[in-house]
């Protein structure tokens, strides 16, 4: 099964910077995996999501990377800004499921320094 | 905003308390998810109902159970409550793929 993880690492950054979020899996039958960004005192938000099938997805200002053959995810945030100071988890559907339970990687706290 | 409600936002008791948690989805949700997010455990899955039926169950404890009523919202209730169930919890639901989640409510047990 997925890990859920014990600690959150942190990753600072310049407001301006390109930022690196990277997430890896155990599960090689996952065939779905999504980004969600959580701010304090808040639900986890939706970003981008990347279908087992595709190496590279697009959105505005992120960027999904999904390398199956080592089992690891990235999310690449362009031009950080202060608003996305925040902890982002990957999720994946661990594709051995009849429905849709999502399975939550480590968060990743993200600072983002002006 | 996500459109789903979850109250209370803040629910502070005692330890051996039950509580309720409910959750009001958008309008046609038919799936409601439960989740758990504690500092040591993270986000957990805890039980699935669709359109009135439970459909899964995740890591949840046999103190805790779940409803989801004809007018689709759904109810976590939470019994017995210890220390270790202080967490956030929300309430999630179905997009095309993917999950979006309520606001939560925070739990503290004390």
Known sequence: ?????LHLPTLSVQEGDNSIINCAYSNS????????????????QFIIDIRSNMDKRQGQRVTVLLNKTVKHLSL??????PGDSAVYFCAL????????KLVFGTGTRLLVSP | DSGV?????HLITATGQRVTLRCSPRSGDL???????????????LIQYYNGEERAKGNILERFSA?????????????SLELGDSALYFCAWDGSYEQYFGPGTRLTVT
């Not at chain 1, 559907?93 to 849709?100: A, I, K, S």
């Not at chain 2, 799936?31 to 957990?44: E, I």
């Open chain 1, 1 to 5: 099964g997925e890990s859920v993880g």
């Open chain 1, 29 to 44: 039958a996952s065939d779905y995996f999504i980004w969600y960004k959580q701010e304090s005192g808040k639900g986890p």
């Open chain 1, 93 to 100: 559907n661990p594709g051995n499921t009849g429905f849709q």
């Open chain 2, 5 to 9: 409600t979850q109250t209370p936002k």
């Open chain 2, 31 to 45: 799936s409601v998810y439960w989740y758990q997010q504690s500092l040591d455990q993270g986000l957990q899955f």
């Open chain 2, 67 to 79: 409803q989801q009523f004809p007018d689709l919202h759904s109810e976590l209730n939470l019994s």
């Open chain 1, 76 to 81: 690449q945030i362009a031009a950080t800004q």
